[in-house]
Nanobody
């Protein structure tokens, strides 16, 4: 089993930055992809970014150039640095990990005002 705990959400003005963290605990050695999804009010959950065990990164087009995903293996932590935030980035951000099964964190709220 793997547990994922997110932190770092909050309120921001458009153009500001936030950094999300996701700490993984438990049987983490089998994880080969970790990433972030988000869900805006009234919308479906969408994929935002991912990082593989080999540090390959991918992003949804709407955040390219503004968001950066990274990992600190010593701390079992994945980060999402979010710069130049926009109101449309508002939503609950979920940490996601893929091993033999898919794991989800509980989510952290990000609210961006214009």
């Amino acid at each position: 089993q793997v547990q994922l705990v997110e932190s770092g959400g909050g309120l921001a003005q458009a153009g500001e930055s936030l950094r999300l963290s996701c700490v993984a605990s438990g049987s983490i050695f089998g994880l080969y992809v970790m990433g972030w999804y988000r869900q805006a009010p009234g919308k479906e959950r969408e994929w935002v970014a991912r990082i593989t065990r080999g540090d390959t990164t991918n992003y949804v087009d709407s955040v390219k150039g503004r968001f950066t995903i990274s990992r600190n293996n010593a701390k079992n932590t994945v980060y999402l640095q979010m710069n130049s935030l926009k109101p449309e980035d508002t939503g609950v951000y979920y940490c996601h990990a893929v091993g033999s099964v898919v794991y989800w964190g509980q989510g952290t709220q990000v609210t961006v005002s214009s």
